[in-house]
């Protein structure tokens, strides 16, 4: 299958904060709600949004950007499972401002509702720049660590929901779930958290109803 | 235990491949060894550090350089291990470079033969800017999946040697070693990889032995 890859170019704007506000109003004027999707390499974003697309389908008509530097193992993957799909090359840029957004949404079909872009797997820099998403959405796995909130604070800080994934894995690894929604609290004292096993299903309905709910009552 | 932390001062230098060669040389005057890990976050850096310390000590004197955004956990933890120990806050930055190396090495014990970095958790800025390391070690570990090296390739392209730990979790996941090291070898033909489990053990003694050998006979 085809992978369509857009290589981006840079946009060293004066300022991308106003760039993201104006990408709001524009996808609103099209209803198009954009959600960014940041977690660090490996955490699970790809199948926690195949689980999502497969929830969302004749709900919502949805597809995806997949942002990474290299590579176009996960278009193609969104693809292969029948969902719309561009790959987003970066050009070894750890994140995503609102103008390189801009350029992967032109290419997406025009009847989207919901945008899904799955960012560079990085929890640092995501954080820092605006890309324009109508919402934020972080992924934390279990096998990463429950004190990850404390040693990344500024992403979970900004986000509008936090996924727990690979609660499948938890008899493997020492995490405390309790523990690590504290860490999150500290910094953002009311946002939802959802512990799921994408590989499984658990969890996942109620993702799924989450974010149908933001884009319907937007 | 009180823990040592230097704020870092955010440096702009015109040419931080110049100092980081000066700071190599500062080092191999001294007889010190640099040594960069990095990672992605969680994939066990200050486990394996620990695990390391603990098979080097009576051999080599080793201290560790703790960078991290946010939190003194890790300073903290090889500290109570007994070992010399430093936490660096970065400012949220992402990386660090070689003058920001030089602030943290100047608050360990003289004496030091190995200095260990843990790099802040971030598979993309830390590859880079070089810190002055003498050697370059990655971290990846099981549960991010064997498709890491394809899609971060500058990281894998630049280090010394390949840790992939948590081997011990390997039938909680779908993870290919032999698929992962054919990633690592399409983008570092000659490197070395290890895999171990810095929970069990599996595996250290012989990362600490490169790591001794690597050492004494530089």
Do not use: W
Not at 72 to 92: I, K, S
Not at 130 to 152: F, M, Q, R, W
Not at 183 to 193: A, D, Q, S
């Amino acid at each position: 299958m085809d992978v369509q890859t857009i290589e981006l170019k840079k946009t060293i704007l004066e300022n991308n904060d106003a760039d993201a506000d104006k990408l709001r109003g524009e996808n609103a004027a099209k209803q198009v709600t954009y959600l960014n999707v940041m977690s660090a390499p490996g955490a699970g974003k790809t199948t926690t949004i195949l689980g999502l697309l497969e929830r969302l389908k004749g709900r919502l008509r949805c597809a995806v950007m997949e942002a990474d530097i290299d590579s176009d193992v996960d278009a193609r993957t969104v693809l292969e499972a029948g969902f719309p799909a561009v790959q987003l090359h970066t050009g070894g840029m750890c994140h995503l401002d609102a103008e390189m957004s801009r350029q992967g949404l032109r290419a997406l079909p025009e009847d989207t509702q919901l945008v899904i872009l799955e960012n560079v797997g990085n929890l640092v820099c995501p954080a820092e720049f605006d890309t324009g998403a109508d919402l934020n959405l972080c992924i934390l796995s279990v096998p990463e660590g429950d004190d990850k909130p404390l040693k990344y604070p500024l992403i979970f800080s900004k986000v509008d929901a936090v996924v727990i994934n690979k609660m499948d894995s938890l008899p493997a690894f020492d995490f405390d779930l309790e523990k690590c929604k504290d860490g999150i609290r500290l910094r953002n004292e009311e946002v939802p958290v959802f512990p799921v096993s994408a590989r499984t299903g658990e969890g996942m309905d109620a993702l799924a109803d989450y974010l149908y709910e933001k884009v319907t009552n937007k």
